[in-house]
């Protein structure tokens, strides 16, 4: 399954939208099909914030949505995932099926999701070279999920699955103020 994990009812929808996309041999107009879907909610946070509100009725997210998927072209099959998940309200969770979904598709390729936390934002360069590390230390493709986390100081937190590696100089520092109680 997923590398990063997702909510078992996001995962479920995604899987079911994996399979029936692998069946059908539409794995790539899915995929940019959802492209699309997250284009759009980052496109105007007025209607993300409309799809992904639970206080909004069912059937006015799925006007929107049938509106938006025509305009959009999207294939049958994308449209009545959208149109059962929307109903199933479930909508609100469209960012995390859509990712768990590319986690999927990548998996399928053999490409492995890394989650990175660092002090401050990376550059195309550094990313590279975490990937490269990240190859010859695991045999696999990579895909950086990257976030800034202010309070890390300096160094790297990537976690990859179960396994952490951590080579933050905060957690440096806390291995040190442990083992300078130990001595005292």
């Known amino acids: 399954m997923s590398n990063i994990s997702h909510s078992a009812s996001a995962a479920r929808y995604a899987n079911a939208l994996f399979q029936l996309a692998k069946e059908a041999k539409v794995l790539d107009s899915i995929s940019s099909d959802l492209e699309k879907i997250i284009k759009f909610l980052l496109s105007d946070s007025d209607i993300a914030s409309f799809i992904e509100n639970p206080s909004v009725k069912n059937i006015n997210k799925l006007s929107v949505l049938n509106v938006a998927s025509d305009k959009l072209e999207f294939s049958k099959l994308t449209k009545d995932f959208i149109g059962v998940v929307t109903k199933k309200g479930r909508i609100s969770n469209i960012r995390e099926i859509i990712s768990s979904f590319k986690d999927l598709v990548a998996d399928m390729h053999g490409i492995k999701n890394a989650k990175v936390s660092a002090a401050k934002k990376l550059s195309d360069t550094q990313e590279d070279q975490i990937k490269q590390k ?34 933050t100089i905060k957690s440096k520092l806390n291995s040190l103020k442990a083992k300078m109680k130990e001595v005292a």
């Open 134 to 167: 990240l190859k010859e230390k695991f045999n696999s493709d990579f895909i950086l999920h990257t976030h800034v986390d202010e309070t890390l100081i300096a160094g790297l937190k990537i976690q990859i699955g179960s396994q952490m590696i951590d080579s």
